[in-house]
Nanobody
Framework: QVHLVESGGGLVQAGGSLRLSCAAS????????MGWHRQAPGKQRELVAT???????NYADSVKGRFTISRDNAKRSVYLQMNSLKPEDTAVYYC??????????????WGQGTQVTVSS
């Protein structure tokens, strides 16, 4: 069984910063590309950023230059540093990705989400 737990969300003023964390636990053999997604009220979930196991990153155009995704493979954790936050960044942020378990089964896992609210 695998669990992803996000933390670090909260309320921040426009222009401020937050750092989200996502920790994986359970019977894990390997963690592949991980991503941060977000879903605002009434909108579809959208991809924010991804990072491969080797550290290659990719970002949505809307967050390029403001957000930085990173990971610590030893801690089985992924992070999202969010700077220069805008009200339109308000959403529930989810981490997720394909994880291979000790039974050599690969499935896509999601965390429970963490709320980020940016006030104007």
């Amino acid at each position: 069984q695998v669990h992803l737990v996000e933390s670090g969300g909260g309320l921040v003023q426009a222009g401020g910063s937050l750092r989200l964390s996502c920790a994986a636990s359970g019977s894990i053999l390997s963690i592949n590309t991980m991503g941060w997604h977000r879903q605002a009220p009434g909108k579809q979930r959208e991809l924010v950023a991804t990072i491969t196991s080797g550290g290659s990153t990719n970002y949505a155009d809307s967050v390029k230059g403001r957000f930085t995704i990173s990971r610590d493979n030893a801690k089985r954790s992924v992070y999202l540093q969010m700077n220069s936050l805008k009200p339109e960044d308000t959403a529930v942020y989810y981490c997720g990705g394909p994880i291979t378990t000790m039974s050599v089964t690969t499935s896509y896992y999601w965390g429970q989400g963490t709320q980020v609210t940016v006030s104007s």
